[in-house]
């Protein structure tokens, strides 16, 4: 399989500018094109930038603050984004440590390239990356995938948990809707759990429109039809028929 750089969309992260001017020079002279070179200064920025617009793989820093780039392809991978969960995400770091080494195998990284970063490791990581079989499209499976930071902790934890207090506390009604009448960034109700019995999402968290679109994709391999959502007394509907 061959790679197009000439089409290819590419996204740099770092907080260093000149590590993001490195970067892609070496990719124009691998012949990207200058309008399809995206840079953020941060995970917080990347995250807004993945959302905004398509992006073909991902050249991240490791060490960022508050959101490293772990955290960024944990988001990523878990669906957050408006981009494929399985998309290509290669590491950029000085000195990768052998515990953020092991956090990225989790999440399906697809490589290190060592800063300052040299053209030809840019390019043969990035043709690999490339044509390397993709990880199954599974945004549910790497939530327990902890990166250790204190955004993972307050994302994926306090903030599930307080909204699932919450959901007591209010007395919301719940309602069991369909997969296609649940409209994304409903607050699950109920613990979500796929046919064999295995958590998919905590209650409290917020469904996301990848996530909705997988299990309406995959029904023989999540077997979810109907999803508990929390919701105000004016926000039911009635689920469409079933037919």
Same mark, same amino acid.
């Given at each position: 399989?061959?790679?197009?750089?000439?089409?290819?969309?590419?996204?740099?992260?770092?907080?260093?500018?000149?590590?993001?001017?490195?970067?892609?020079?070496?990719?124009?002279?691998?012949?990207?094109?200058?309008?399809?070179?995206?840079?953020?200064?941060?995970?917080?920025?990347?995250?807004?930038?993945?959302?905004?617009?398509?992006?073909?793989?991902?050249?991240?820093?490791?060490?960022?603050?508050?959101?490293?780039?772990?955290?960024?392809?944990?988001?990523?991978?878990?669906?957050?984004?408006?981009?494929?969960?399985?998309?290509?995400?290669?590491?950029?770091?000085?000195?990768?440590?052998?515990?953020?080494?092991?956090?990225?195998?989790?999440?399906?990284?697809?490589?290190?390239?060592?800063?300052?970063?040299?053209?030809?490791?840019?390019?043969?990581?990035?043709?690999?990356?490339?044509?390397?079989?993709?990880?199954?499209?599974?945004?549910?499976?790497?939530?327990?995938?902890?990166?250790?930071?204190?955004?993972?902790?307050?994302?994926?934890?306090?903030?599930?948990?307080?909204?699932? =207090?919450?959901? #007591?506390?209010? !007395? %919301?009604?719940? /309602?069991? +809707?369909? $997969?296609?009448?649940?409209?994304?960034?409903?607050? =699950?109700?109920? #613990?979500?759990? !796929? %046919?064999?019995? /295995?958590? +998919?999402? $905590?209650?409290?968290?917020?469904?996301?429109?990848?996530?909705?679109?997988?299990?309406?994709?995959?029904?023989?391999?999540?077997?979810?039809?109907?999803?508990?959502?929390?919701?105000?007394?004016?926000?039911?509907?009635?689920?469409?028929?079933?037919?």
């Amino acid at each position: 399989m061959t790679v197009d750089f000439s089409r290819l969309r590419v996204l740099i992260v770092d907080d260093q500018m000149l590590v993001r001017t490195l970067v892609a020079q070496a990719l124009r002279t691998m012949g990207v094109a200058p309008e399809n070179l995206s840079q953020a200064v941060d995970g917080s920025f990347a995250k807004r930038t993945l959302e905004a617009k398509p992006i073909d793989i991902v050249l991240c820093d490791v060490q960022m603050e508050p959101m490293n780039g772990l955290d960024v392809l944990k988001d990523l991978r878990c669906g957050r984004t408006n981009n494929p969960p399985n998309l290509p995400f290669v590491f950029l770091s000085g000195h990768p440590e052998k515990s953020n080494i092991v956090i990225a195998a989790q999440l399906h990284a697809d490589g290190f390239i060592i800063k300052p970063p040299k053209p030809a490791d840019m390019e043969k990581t990035l043709r690999l990356a490339l044509t390397r079989p993709r990880p199954d499209i599974d945004p549910f499976s790497y939530y327990k995938i902890a990166t250790g930071t204190a955004f993972d902790r307050h994302v994926f934890g306090e903030l599930v948990a307080q909204a699932s =207090l919450l959901l #007591d506390e209010d !007395n %919301k009604p719940v /309602q069991r +809707l369909r $997969l296609d009448a649940v409209k994304p960034g409903s607050r =699950l109700a109920r #613990d979500l759990y !796929n %046919k064999t019995g /295995q958590l +998919l999402l $905590l209650r409290g968290s917020e469904i996301t429109r990848t996530q909705l679109r997988v299990l309406r994709q995959f029904p023989d391999r999540f077997g979810v039809g109907e999803i508990d959502i929390s919701c105000e007394l004016d926000d039911i509907i009635t689920p469409p028929p079933t037919v």
